[in-house]
């Protein structure tokens, strides 16, 4: 998938995120983000949830106090052609992705991506919500699952992290004399 059909995707799942709940004027405070995390965390099933997953969203968007690269390589399950249940199963997904992230960034009070953090994040909400929902079964999420018990997640993670280094080197060039 081309980086700019994956915009064109993401596009469509942030929105979606963002309208769930009112967007507030002033700037989403780090307590604020961590209290909406914690609601994700324990139950991204809950009703609570959905709002949690905006106010997330809105500081992984707005916030300079981290950084999280959107892209297929770290959100593989984000895809178009599904039924809209499942999108928005999709959509919690990739909250908990950004709620994880974001979680490690401000813990380290540094501004580094973590897909990682982010990914077990995924991982563990996606449990939550094959609980209730048994019938969902997203591949993209079982194959994170499947690193994860091999013992290979975190190398994958650390690939990840290394392209991104190398597209940014290779985007903006050390200046030379």
Not at 59 to 75: H, N, P, Q, R
Not at 82 to 102: C, H, N, S, T, W
Request: glycine share 2%.
């Amino acid at each position: 998938m081309s980086s700019s059909t994956f915009c064109r995707i993401a596009c469509l799942f942030l929105p979606a995120l963002f309208m769930l709940t009112a967007a507030k004027a002033d700037p989403i405070s780090r307590r604020e983000v961590l209290a909406a995390i914690a609601v994700l965390d324990k139950d991204v099933t809950s009703a609570e949830a959905v709002n949690a997953a905006a106010v997330v969203a809105r500081f992984g968007k707005e916030s300079d106090a981290v950084l999280i690269t959107v892209g297929t390589e770290t959100l593989p399950w984000v895809q178009t052609d599904v039924p809209e249940a499942e999108a928005k199963v999709r959509a919690l997904l990739m909250a908990a992705y950004f709620a994880g992230d974001i979680k490690s960034q401000l813990n380290k009070r540094r501004p580094a991506d973590d897909p990682y953090s982010g990914w077990l994040a995924a991982i563990k909400a996606y449990r939550q919500i094959l609980k209730k929902q048994p019938e969902m079964v997203i591949p993209e999420m079982e194959d994170l699952i499947s690193k994860d018990k091999a013992g290979t997640l975190k190398a994958a993670a650390d690939k990840v992290l290394k392209e991104q280094d190398e597209d940014q080197d290779d985007n903006h060039p050390t200046n030379m004399v």
